[in-house]
């Protein structure tokens, strides 16, 4: 057309929105339930377990002998430290450039102290559900540049992976940097992720994903806190001691559908083990959320409408038996398949030092260096979670779901 369009008037401003869309899940559920009044000084954590009763006891005759004195055996447990720490460096140009929100659209400093904060939250929350040896997932059946991982919630672009063989997780194969995650599943069930290059020789399914630098240096989660493997567990030997275990149900590696039964019998075995008359109330049931959709759906066929019904659906936040009731809390990073029935007044968030960031004298964050135009922020905390009565807390695995998305 004639005269001036706007595809063609060179002089127009934008109008530029302040903030940022947020796309990353930041919310974290293990900080929020567990006992966080525990807070301690020097070398670790000790505490006793009560394992054996005295055995003197019984019936005689008229007469008859007392049995041979005996005691109560009890057994100490143990808790260390773990460190999370980050850091953030920003630039002396950058500082200027950004310094306010006013042409930029959040200023520097907020959004690189509160993104290190929530970040360091968010990759705890993960680590707080396994089992502390840093493994993020495996790698699935396809390896290549793109190449498939069973657990995708905890691969971040730009980061580097350590790759460790599934025979012996001390084992470095080498590290791949992730440049993207895809939504859906892989033909072979996986989560398909794209490296920048590919996967260090020698890699295969089923190999371990690590967190760099993070072998064995998690804190303990959920997965090792509410667990009946034998070994050794808080400085306690489960295979002499197998009642300082939890509960689990499983499947022997076969997935199978949730069911009531299976709500019940871990109650049960709960109940059974902890002991009490009355019913076993207020576990809170931690899961993910493809696994609240099974649980959703046990009791849809007996959903009933009226002709003035205004809304379909459940509202199953908790599930009552004899046995007792639980709380189902579905959270963005609890492990697939699994659900953990926990009692909260047993597990502890032991902190010797709180979150925050590394201060100078006079209370500064930021710190100069004299070699780069750069000011540097470092940020640390020392905590671990661990748990006294573990019979009071059980987890069932092998569920059967299906994930609909990687993130």
Partial sequence: MAGVSISDFGASFIDYLPDVTETL??????????????????ANIQFYVH?????????????GAFPVANKQDYVAATAFRRFNVGSVQISDGALANAATSKRAAI??????????????????????????????GRVGTNVAATWGITDARLIWDKQSYEIRSNAAIATLRGTTTVNSVARALDANGNFAVTSSAALPAGSTATDFVVWPNAVNRCVTGLQSLVDDTAGTFQGVNTTTYPRYTSPVLDNS???RPLSP???????????????????VNGLTVITNNWQGIEAEELYEPELRITPDTKTVGLNLPEFQSAFGRIKIVTSHDCPFNTMFFIDFNEIYRAVQK??????????????RSDSSAVWRATALEIHEYFIKQRNRCGRIDDLAETAATAY
């Fill in 25 to 42: 899940n930041n919310v974290v559920t293990m900080r929020k339930y567990a006992r966080n009044d525990y807070k301690w000084e020097g």
């Fill in 51 to 63: 394992t054996a009763r005295n055995f003197a006891l019984g019936n005689i005759e008229d007469g």
């Fill in 107 to 136: 200023d520097v400093v907020t959004s690189e102290l509160r993104g290190m904060t929530e970040g360091m939250a968010k990759y705890d929350e993960y680590m707080s559900m396994r089992d502390g040896t840093g493994v993020v």
């Fill in 253 to 255: 590696g076969t997935l």
């Fill in 261 to 279: 039964t299976l709500f019940r019998r871990m109650l049960a075995m709960i109940k059974q083990e902890s002991g009490g008359t009355e019913a």
């Fill in 354 to 367: 709180e979150l925050d960031w590394r201060r100078d004298k006079a209370g500064g964050i930021f710190q």
